[in-house]
């Protein structure tokens, strides 16, 4: 329930003379119901001027009384330099509370921490891919090159045993080479000895 004499919109957005104004603002003191109209007005009005301001087509606003014509913080919120003016004095203002706040620790250095860690974050995350590949790639490096050297080390090891073992067999060769020679060599000889033709 509310007190329908009154133009609650009209005084959420100051638009009202200052009698009527001072008379609210006493009504308001003992209205529960009026209190809440005017939150929820200032809630509507706060999200409304968070959407993203479009001109108005000519044509309308020709028509249109000056009702659409906004006024000069309007115009100024609406402007380019909005989000660069926002931001910088975000950041100048997280800035200033981290520096107080560094030293004793105040409870109203908490929204702007975060504010500071959000930025931390962000550039993390901006930084993070390459150094998550840098890392990724040392970490195959250094899991590579073992493997790699050892790799290498067997090659080694297996060429010098293959060529080992062909000499070896090569050596076998010969010397059975040698022991067969040495058998005919004994074959002539007892057929020359006791063969006597
Ligand atoms: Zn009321």
Redo the contacts with the bound molecule.
């Keep these: 329930m509310?007190?329908p004499d009154?133009d609650w919109k009209g005084f959420v957005l100051d638009e009202l003379p200052a009698p009527e104004r001072r008379r609210m603002e006493e009504?308001?003191q003992s209205?529960a119901?009026?209190r809440q109209e005017v939150e929820s007005y200032g809630l509507t009005i706060t999200a409304m001027h968070r959407l993203p301001v479009r001109e108005i087509p000519r044509r309308i606003s020709f028509v249109s009384d000056p009702v659409f014509e906004p006024n000069w913080w309007q115009r100024f919120w609406a402007s380019a330099p909005r989000l660069g003016f926002a931001s910088a004095a975000m950041l100048s203002l997280a800035i200033v509370v981290h520096a107080f706040a560094t030293r004793p620790p105040a409870p109203v250095a908490t929204a702007a921490n975060a504010q500071v860690e959000q930025k931390i974050q962000a550039e993390v995350e901006r930084r993070l891919p390459a150094a998550v590949d840098a890392a990724l790639e040392a970490k195959v490096q250094a899991k590579l090159t073992p493997v790699m050297t050892e790799f290498s080390g067997r090659l080694q090891e297996f060429e010098k045993k293959s060529r080992d073992q062909r000499n070896a067999d090569l050596r076998d060769i010969s010397s059975a080479f040698d022991v067969l020679q040495k058998k005919v060599n004994n074959v002539y000889l007892s057929a020359a000895r006791y063969g006597g033709d």
């Design positions: 509310t007190c009154f009504h308001l209205c119901a009026c």
